[in-house]
């Protein structure tokens, strides 16, 4: 039973973020905060579950954990991506294992019911009897897999599993309206990365929030990042607009890697005088970007237990030439600096999540100047948990 309720969580919440209070211990340590986070909070939003090119081939299909919840990514033979329930609609076996190519169809092991990969149930293999495989009283439309809510953006896959969010395109609007600023919707189109030096995940022993409240903020720049902090400062970076779904933060001072003379294309249209801003967002639940006029970082957290989360990071370039061998020592440049960063986080977030334990702290104190960012996204957790469980 939580100690604290909802409605005086989020009025401690409301107030100034000199006077405001966290959100207490138990929504990170006690069992139900990660079912209650799921039902009420990563699932009522839009959160992202994988990378599209994670499904390589036509007809694949991918199956992915969200929190407990097994679901199964697909991809059909005209490269359209739909997210299901990972369950057979007879007797519930939980339906792809691993993932893999198919033959266009995902066949269930136990009576060998398959289905298409737009969730159609397809054949039905002695349902009305011995070597009969139709039944008149049975429906197969009505048999077909359980579909999630999906959208696709910057190749990334999100998911709505309470089906009730609004639209993603409306979800994520103030953030694409931010981008818009720096590159066009079109221009956006060109980011590419590879599987061979673009990813890379790392597993933080902490609540799922607790990294977001991270990459919220700046302050820890120059304790945490000696190394970011002497090119791209404490003193240079600033808070984005934050609106309903999201916040973060800036850098006017991103220095684009120069290797032998040669930089990284450049995205079509970022404007000239802002080669040096970078941004960096947070689109709640679980999404962290990282936009610059030469690449592209997502990480998202896929939470695998109350204190436990999976970091999953890729980063994109500009077009395919940007993939091309001339420029591998830009990208590994790149992803050897953000992963050295990523990881320099995780002894703060693993050490919030050990401070948790403590009674001396409930939620603690922020600093006027520095923890908005913070304060608005514990505030935004609050919010959906009163709404979503009223
Ligand atoms: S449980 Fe899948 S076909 Fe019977
Ligand atoms: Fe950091």
């Given at each position: 039973m939580f100690e604290h309720k909802l409605i005086d969580i989020q009025k401690r919440l409301q107030q100034p973020v000199a006077k405001a209070t966290g959100l207490p211990n138990e929504r990170y340590i006690e069992a139900a905060a990660f079912t209650d986070d799921r039902n009420y909070v990563t699932g009522t939003g839009w959160a992202c579950i994988a990378f599209a090119e994670d499904l390589p081939e036509k007809n694949y299909v991918l199956p992915i954990d969200f929190m407990g919840v097994p679901l199964v990514i697909t991809r059909d033979n005209d490269n359209v991506l739909r997210v299901f329930h990972n369950v057979c609609s007879h007797r519930g076996l939980h339906l792809a294992e691993e993932p893999c190519q198919t033959k266009g169809m995902l066949r269930c092991p136990y009576h060998s019911w398959t289905y298409k990969m737009n969730g159609d149930l397809r054949g039905t293999p002695h349902v009305g009897g011995y070597g009969k495989h139709e039944h008149p009283e049975f429906d197969k439309a009505a048999g077909g897999l359980k579909e999630v809510r999906s959208a696709i953006w910057l190749n990334a896959v999100f998911i709505n599993l309470s089906g009730d969010a609004v639209d993603f395109d409306d979800y994520v609007k103030p953030l694409t309206d931010q981008f818009n600023e720096l590159c066009s919707p079109e221009a956006r189109t060109q980011f590419a990365s590879s599987h061979d030096d673009c990813r890379t995940t790392m597993k933080v022993r902490s609540n799922w929030k607790l990294p977001v409240e991270n990459y919220?903020?700046?302050?820890?720049l120059p304790t945490v990042h000696p190394e970011l902090n002497k090119t791209s400062p404490l003193d240079v970076h600033f808070d984005l607009e934050r609106f309903d779904n999201g916040g973060g933060q800036g850098s006017a001072n991103y220095t684009r890697t120069e290797i032998d003379g040669q930089h990284l294309p450049n995205l079509a249209g970022w404007p000239a005088d802002k080669q040096n801003l970078a941004i960096y967002p947070v689109l709640y639940p679980n999404t962290f970007i990282g936009l610059h006029s030469d690449h592209l970082f997502i990480m998202y957290l896929q939470p695998t237990a109350l204190d436990e989360t999976v970091e999953h990071v890729r980063i994109s370039y500009v077009g395919?030439?940007?993939?091309?061998?001339?420029?591998k020592p830009h990208r590994k440049a790149l992803l050897d600096a953000w992963t050295s960063v990523f990881k320099e986080d995780i002894f703060a977030v693993e050490r919030m999540q050990k401070g948790r334990?403590?009674?001396?702290?409930?939620?603690g104190v922020f600093?006027?100047?520095?923890d908005a960012p913070t304060v608005h996204f514990h505030q935004w957790v609050a919010n959906q948990l009163v709404v979503n469980t009223s």
């Amino acid at each position: 039973m939580f100690e604290h309720k909802l409605i005086d969580i989020q009025k401690r919440l409301q107030q100034p973020v000199a006077k405001a209070t966290g959100l207490p211990n138990e929504r990170y340590i006690e069992a139900a905060a990660f079912t209650d986070d799921r039902n009420y909070v990563t699932g009522t939003g839009w959160a992202c579950i994988a990378f599209a090119e994670d499904l390589p081939e036509k007809n694949y299909v991918l199956p992915i954990d969200f929190m407990g919840v097994p679901l199964v990514i697909t991809r059909d033979n005209d490269n359209v991506l739909r997210v299901f329930h990972n369950v057979c609609s007879h007797r519930g076996l939980h339906l792809a294992e691993e993932p893999c190519q198919t033959k266009g169809m995902l066949r269930c092991p136990y009576h060998s019911w398959t289905y298409k990969m737009n969730g159609d149930l397809r054949g039905t293999p002695h349902v009305g009897g011995y070597g009969k495989h139709e039944h008149p009283e049975f429906d197969k439309a009505a048999g077909g897999l359980k579909e999630v809510r999906s959208a696709i953006w910057l190749n990334a896959v999100f998911i709505n599993l309470s089906g009730d969010a609004v639209d993603f395109d409306d979800y994520v609007k103030p953030l694409t309206d931010q981008f818009n600023e720096l590159c066009s919707p079109e221009a956006r189109t060109q980011f590419a990365s590879s599987h061979d030096d673009c990813r890379t995940t790392m597993k933080v022993r902490s609540n799922w929030k607790l990294p977001v409240e991270n990459y919220l903020e700046s302050y820890h720049l120059p304790t945490v990042h000696p190394e970011l902090n002497k090119t791209s400062p404490l003193d240079v970076h600033f808070d984005l607009e934050r609106f309903d779904n999201g916040g973060g933060q800036g850098s006017a001072n991103y220095t684009r890697t120069e290797i032998d003379g040669q930089h990284l294309p450049n995205l079509a249209g970022w404007p000239a005088d802002k080669q040096n801003l970078a941004i960096y967002p947070v689109l709640y639940p679980n999404t962290f970007i990282g936009l610059h006029s030469d690449h592209l970082f997502i990480m998202y957290l896929q939470p695998t237990a109350l204190d436990e989360t999976v970091e999953h990071v890729r980063i994109s370039y500009v077009g395919d030439e940007a993939l091309e061998n001339d420029y591998k020592p830009h990208r590994k440049a790149l992803l050897d600096a953000w992963t050295s960063v990523f990881k320099e986080d995780i002894f703060a977030v693993e050490r919030m999540q050990k401070g948790r334990f403590s009674p001396g702290y409930q939620g603690g104190v922020f600093s006027p100047a520095m923890d908005a960012p913070t304060v608005h996204f514990h505030q935004w957790v609050a919010n959906q948990l009163v709404v979503n469980t009223s």
